[in-house]
Nanobody, 128 residues
Framework: QVELVESGGGLVQPGGSLRLSCVASGFALHHYAVGWFRQAPGKEREGVSCISSSGETTDYVDSVKGRFTVSRDNDKNTVYLQMNSLKPEDTAVYSC?????????????????????WGQGTQVTVSS
């Protein structure tokens, strides 16, 4: 069984922080680049961040630069998304997905079509 599972979402106030986890089971995540995506009600899924298989390369969309940090612990088969200074517009379901290569779309905004397996997503709500 091959699976990606996101966790760590919840309700936080503006300016708060949250750390999301993306855990792989049934395969070795260290072979894959991982992208983070989010989808708000009534909007299309948008790419947020990418990390290479080794963790050497990371990219972020402009709207989250300086606030979000993607990292990974390959010994734990896990990729993280640390979200600081959260804003109401960050409210969305956040999902992770893998890729056998580092997509060129990650240099601007990761394209969901460049990624394969997906997790079920975790809800992040930023509200006072």
């Amino acid at each position: 069984q091959v699976e990606l599972v996101e966790s760590g979402g919840g309700l936080v106030q503006p300016g708060g922080s949250l750390r999301l986890s993306c855990v792989a089971s049934g395969f070795a995540l260290h072979h894959y680049a991982v992208g983070w995506f989010r989808q708000a009600p009534g909007k299309e899924r948008e790419g947020v961040s990418c990390i290479s298989s080794s963790g050497e390369t990371t990219d972020y969309v402009d709207s989250v630069k300086g606030r979000f940090t993607v990292s990974r612990d390959n010994d734990k088969n896990t990729v993280y998304l640390q979200m600081n200074s959260l804003k109401p517009e960050d409210t969305a379901v956040y999902s992770c997905a893998d890729s056998l290569f580092y997509p060129t779309s990650c240099l601007n905004k990761p394209d969901p079509l460049d990624f394969g397996s997906w997790g079920q997503g975790t809800q992040v709500t930023v509200s006072s």
